[in-house]
């Protein structure tokens, strides 16, 4: 487990990136054949960990938590619903920042 720091202030730990990933993608709907633009998704965290937010996309794609489509216009991800556990294990890790 890597944790991000910035200013020298502990600010987020891998678990917690996945897990705002997995809570932005939740409360837009993408699952399964609802894709969006995997450049959407570092949109919305701190600019200093934005390069760590597409680690983790990646990461999560590995793990087999997000699908990827390849398109003519760029590269489109969605959640696998199967991966409920684990998803929601994420998000959790998210919600409980202080």
């Known amino acids: 487990m ?10 987020w730990t ?20 609802s894709h969006t633009s995997i450049d959407n998704i570092p949109k919305g ?6 390069d ?3 680690e ?3 990461e999560l794609k590995r793990e087999a938590i997000l699908f990827s489509k ?8 969605s959640i696998n619903p199967e991966m409920k556990e684990r998803i929601l294990y994420y998000i959790n890790k998210f919600l ?3």
């Open 2 to 11: 890597f944790i991000v720091f910035s200013g020298g202030l502990k600010m």
């Open 45 to 50: 965290f701190p600019i200093e960990i934005r």
């Open 70 to 77: 390849q398109t003519n216009y760029g590269e489109e991800i």
């Open 56 to 58: 983790m996309t990646k």
């Open 96 to 98: 409980e920042m202080e």
């Open 14 to 33: 891998d678990e917690q990136i996945k897990g705002k990933i997995l809570h932005k993608l939740t409360r837009l709907g993408k699952f399964k054949h």
């Open 52 to 54: 760590r937010v597409k």
